[in-house]
């Protein structure tokens, strides 16, 4: 029986690109503040790495940087190195907010999908699996680049904020290499990092001034894009 998608929930997202001191500064107050991510290290910080996929005629990138309104990209995802606890994920923006619907998969289904060995997702009855080998068939999705970065997570329940300080970006080639935790990547940050903001319906005040940075404003950032370049 093939399930049926709930309701995408939508919530606002704001990016800042930020230098070292900026960083140091904010973070040191968000530290004060609030709580780190409970999935977290001792330091309150986790690796991410996520394989992205993309058309031949990189659809997703281009929408990106064209600012179409409503866009979506297909990525795997694990934290750390731990690749037991693997996610596809698909991200979609539509009118300024974000939302994501994301399954659990295997490593053995993971590398399936990327040698293109997906008839198997027929059978799995998720209904993003379902929509991933459409797509897969359909548009010619494939692995395209490894983004990897450090993050630094903290989270106010008031409404359901998490505040993201994400280092150290690094791109790599997509494919198999995904899973291996000690390939090499090419450093790709220029020494800034990316402040996000994510809230429901309202962002407290209390947040609002804590990331607060003076000559700094919201902007387009994609780390799929910076990295893309390096293609």
């Known amino acids: 029986m093939i399930k049926q998608h709930p309701p995408l929930k939508l919530r606002h997202e704001y990016k ?16 004060k503040l609030f709580q780190h991510d409970a999935n977290a290290d001792s330091h ?3 690796r991410v ?14 929408q990106k940087i064209d600012g179409v309104n409503r866009r979506e990209k297909f ?16 991200k979609c923006k539509t009118g300024g907010l974000c939302g994501k619907r994301s399954v659990r998969v295997t490593e053995t289904q ?8 997906i008839e198997f997702l027929l059978d799995c009855g998720h209904p993003l699996l379902l929509e991933f080998y459409s797509k897969m068939r359909g548009q010619l999705l494939s ?24 280092r150290n970006l690094h791109s790599g080639p ?22 996000e903001v994510k809230y429901d ?3 407290p005040e209390l947040v609002s001034m804590a990331v607060q940075i003076p000559n700094r404003r919201a902007s387009a950032y994609s780390k799929y894009a910076v990295c893309r370049r390096y293609d």
């Open 16 to 31: 800042h690109i930020i230098n070292r001191l900026d960083d140091q500064i904010v973070t040191s107050r968000l530290r």
């Open 44 to 46: 309150g910080i986790y």
């Open 49 to 62: 790495s996520s394989l992205y996929f993309d058309t031949p005629y990189d659809k997703a990138l281009r």
């Open 75 to 90: 990525r795997l995802r694990y934290y750390g190195d731990d690749c037991s606890f693997l996610r596809l994920e698909k």
């Open 110 to 117: 993971a590398r399936r999908m990327l040698s293109g060995e």
């Open 143 to 166: 692995p395209k680049t490894v983004v990897v970065y450090e993050r630094e997570a903290f989270v106010y329940e008031p409404g359901n904020v998490r505040v993201t300080v994400d």
């Open 174 to 195: 997509g494919g198999a290499a995904f899973f291996d935790t000690r390939r090499r990547l090419t450093p790709v940050s220029d020494g800034l990092s990316v402040l």
């Open 201 to 203: 319906a309202f962002l």
